[in-house]
């Protein structure tokens, strides 16, 4: 109770302010026009989508992927052919689909928890749950386990927008995701 008293007396509000405080009266600047920070976004994609386009480049320069991860063995053309991934089942085909989107935005070799590449298994895995929802219309229980991916995909982005904008958007503009 002195301290209070003692701090009024000198003029000084009651309770001390949090350290980041901010008075209301402050005007808010806008270091940027309108047209300067649509100028830096289209820069932003632009640089964006020429990094993707060269990581895509680079994976299709890549040896064809082969099932069962007999990547890199050498091995007669028959034996290729037989591993292909054209013979392999609808499961191998989105795994490996999966794996080469999530190539794409990696950090480092073998990066699965980074939230671009959670964002890019979440999608796979809607995109599977949504081909299946077309066919088979009154499977309520997938339609539920859909709805869940959505709203893991939704927070993930909302994290990715508050924590780095710069890969959020690389992911939002790359997939195609309306947001």
């Known amino acids: 109770m002195a301290e209070r008293e003692r701090r009024v007396a000198a003029g000084l509000p009651a309770k001390p302010r949090p350290p980041k405080y901010i008075p209301k009266d402050l005007p808010v600047i806008n270091a940027m026009t309108r047209l300067d920070r649509d100028d830096e976004s289209v820069s932003f994609d632009v640089a964006s989508a020429v990094e993707m386009k060269e990581k895509i480049t680079t994976q299709n320069e890549q040896e064809d992927t082969l099932r069962f991860g007999f990547d890199g063995l050498v091995m007669s053309d028959r034996v290729r052919k ?7 089942s609808q499961k191998e085909v989105v795994s490996s689909q999966k794996r080469r989107g999530m190539e794409l935005f990696q950090l480092r070799e073998g990066d699965t928890g980074s939230s671009a590449v959670q964002v890019v298994a979440l999608t796979t895995r809607i995109q599977q749950l949504q081909t299946h929802m077309a066919r088979h219309k009154k499977d309520n229980s997938t339609k539920r386990g859909l709805d ?16 780095d904008f710069e890969s959020y958007r690389k992911v939002v503009k790359s997939l195609g995701l309306a947001r």
């Not at 869940?148 to 924590?163: G, I, S």
């Open 148 to 163: 869940a991916l959505y709203v893991r995909r939704r927070k993930v982005l909302d994290y990715m927008e508050r924590k």
């Open 82 to 88: 037989l591993l292909d991934l054209q013979n392999g």
